[in-house]
């Protein structure tokens, strides 16, 4: 009898180089995404004009992330509506928006945090994977997902919500500066047309029949 290959077991050097793509991705969310809540920090003391000290002694009295941006809704509704005229006549509603895109990233940014990752072949290849057959709904949302990329897709949007908040937060400073556009990220998605349906155009057209 031919003697049968032995299984191999991969080093910690082969495991490290598997893991070490998930690990880049994921510390770069978290970066991302602490920079972008800092930021938010900025534009919370720009718009309620409180002196920086105290509005930022406020805010990370909360430790929350999501209650710090609820904080920041809230200063946003409650400021007076003269402010938002002539050259802020849209600061309200793109900072709204802001929060809005902030508040939907923010669950892929927490599946990235709290989802358990490990190791698997797919192809002869080991790729991390969540683990999501424990039931951790934060891995179950990851699931059939190339992790790596979703990560990386969320530090970009990340990033990009940063910058806007960094340019909003210098025009409400400073009178001068003129409001930012508003990046793609922010803008809201193309309403989908109602596709036709054959059988129930007929029903209509038979509706509009004499008797």
Same mark, same amino acid.
């Given at each position: 009898m031919a003697e049968q290959p032995s299984a191999t077991v991969p080093g910690d050097e082969e495991f490290g180089a598997a893991f070490a793509p998930y690990i880049v991705a994921a510390g770069e969310v978290v970066n991302a995404w602490n920079k972008l809540q800092k930021q938010l920090s900025l534009v919370f003391v720009a718009v309620t004009g409180m002196p920086k000290d105290m509005a930022t002694a406020i805010w990370h009295s909360v430790? *929350?992330?999501a209650a710090q941006r609820d904080m920041l809704k809230a200063a946003i509704t409650e400021t007076e509506l003269d402010k938002w005229t002539g050259r802020l006549s849209s600061a309200k509603e793109d900072l709204e928006m802001l929060l809005k895109v902030a508040n939907k990233l923010s669950e892929t !940014?927490?599946?990235a945090i709290h989802a358990p990752v490990a190791l698997a072949v797919d192809? &002869?290849? @080991?790729v991390p994977f969540p683990v999501y057959f424990h &039931?951790? #709904?934060r891995a179950k949302n990851l699931k059939d997902?190339?992790?790596? +990329?979703? $990560?990386? !897709? @969320?530090?970009? &949007? +990340? $990033? %990009? @919500?940063?910058?806007f908040a960094e340019k909003?937060? %210098? *025009? @409400?400073?400073? +009178? *001068?500066? #003129?409001? #930012?556009? !508003?990046?793609p990220l922010l803008e809201p998605p193309p309403k989908k047309t109602q596709t036709s349906n054959p059988a129930r155009q007929a !029903?209509?057209?038979q509706r509009r029949l004499p008797p």
């Open positions: 430790r *929350s992330d !940014r927490n599946d192809n &002869g290849k @080991l &039931g951790n #709904p997902k190339d992790i790596v +990329a979703e $990560f990386q !897709r @969320l530090r970009n &949007g +990340a $990033f %990009t @919500l940063r910058e909003t937060e %210098t *025009s @409400l400073n400073h +009178a *001068s500066y #003129p409001w #930012p556009d !508003r990046p !029903r209509k057209e």
